[in-house]
């Protein structure tokens, strides 16, 4: 089988890298991590059985979509979690574990039916829960499709009623003084990964950011946060 798996995030691509690895000789694996690199034309002279896209973050080429079998990995139970920031948007609603849908990629965003669903803990900084999503991609979804056979592989429509998240804006990231302190701890570890705006408080000329939250019980206070701060001078 001849696959391509186009993603940006480091995590992902060095599971992709172990994956091509593990599979050599069996599977023939492409590994695309610009928009440069991943065009209608390598694509075409390439003809992959699936393009599986974890975390790619750029708008596909209908080029693509129309004449290949792209799979998109969703870390929402769908169709509940449609659209942007899923993770942030499932933190802040109070959710502590969420499923990985994969999914055929058309042209209703996030609404393609679906082949299969994992089941993912939301525990941790958001880079802990990325890296978690990415094992399972890559060690138990992906395998699926590689070893079932493409017959066996028939995806499914969603169910439900859908609801739609809102991607959210550097700007939402702000901590405010009405917020609790789980509030505050949630605020912080969800942002908290490569490539994603910290959690922040405005100070004066300084933007406070945080990470590495970490919550803890004291016997004379009661719980208490602490992460690591940094002061950002802002423009006057």
């Excluded at 003809?47 to 974890?54: G, N």
């Excluded at 290949?68 to 969703?74: R, S």
């Excluded at 990325?130 to 056979?149: H, T």
Aim: aromatic fraction near 10%.
């Amino acid at each position: 089988m001849k696959i391509i798996v186009a993603t940006i995030k480091s995590w992902n691509i060095a599971r992709a890298e172990a994956l091509q690895k593990q599979y050599e000789g069996v599977h023939d694996i492409v590994i695309y991590t610009t928009r440069e690199e991943f065009n209608a034309e390598n694509v075409r002279d390439f003809q992959p059985d699936y393009i599986f896209l974890p975390h790619w973050s750029y708008i596909m080429p209908r080029e693509i979509t129309d004449n290949w079998e792209c799979v998109v990995f969703h870390m929402t139970d769908l169709p509940y979690g449609r659209g942007g920031s899923p993770l942030q948007n499932l933190i802040v609603r109070g959710h502590k574990e969420t499923k990985i849908s994969a999914i055929k990629m058309t042209e209703r965003l996030d609404g393609g039916p679906v082949y299969m669903k994992r089941v993912l803990s939301l525990e941790g900084s958001a880079q802990e829960i990325f890296v978690r999503c990415s094992d399972i991609i890559f060690q138990e979804m992906i395998p699926l499709f590689l070893e079932g056979g493409k017959e066996n592989m028939v995806p499914v429509p969603q169910e439900g009623e859908p609801v739609i998240f809102k991607r959210r804006k550097p700007e939402d990231g702000q901590i405010t003084s009405d917020m609790g302190i789980d509030q505050i701890y949630d605020y912080i570890r969800m942002l908290d990964a490569e490539g994603y705006p910290r959690a922040f408080i405005e100070f004066g000329n300084y933007r406070l950011e945080f990470e590495k939250a970490c919550m803890a019980d004291d016997a004379g206070s009661g719980r208490e946060l602490s992460a690591r701060v940094v002061f950002r001078p802002t423009a006057e």
